[in-house]
Nanobody, 123 residues
Framework: QVQLVESGGGLVQAGASLRLSCAAS????????MGWFRQAPGKEREFVAS???????YYADSVKGRFTISRDNAKNTVYLQMNSLKPEDTALYYC?????????????????WGQGTQVTVSS
């Protein structure tokens, strides 16, 4: 059974940093694209960042320059380094994996999802 398990969320003040991790089990994602999405209270889930099998990356405009997505294939793990956090970054953050190799911003392109990790940024 494929599982994606997120960790690293928490409560921080504005301007702080957090690093989220997404550990995969049940299959390797070394040749597949991965992504991060988030859902704030009362809002739809939105794209945050994606990384291809070859480590090409793409970001939502709202996080560009502050967030960095990366992967460690030896650990079958994807990371999201979040710097200069803002209150509007408060959300439940989800890790997602594709069968495809390529970056996507669309939820429907992702085949596997984690349960999410909460990030709360206070002002």
């Amino acid at each position: 059974q494929v599982q994606l398990v997120e960790s690293g969320g928490g409560l921080v003040q504005a301007g702080a940093s957090l690093r989220l991790s997404c550990a995969a089990s049940g299959r390797t994602f070394n040749n597949n694209a991965m992504g991060w999405f988030r859902q704030a209270p009362g809002k739809e889930r939105e794209f945050v960042a994606s990384i291809s099998w070859s480590s090409r990356v793409y970001y939502a405009d709202s996080v560009k320059g502050r967030f960095t997505i990366s992967r460690d294939n030896a650990k079958n793990t994807v990371y999201l380094q979040m710097n200069s956090l803002k209150p509007e970054d408060t959300a439940l953050y989800y890790c997602a994996g594709q069968i495809s190799r390529y970056i996507s911003t669309r939820e429907n392109d992702y085949n596997y999802w984690g349960q999410g990790t909460q990030v709360t940024v206070s002002s």
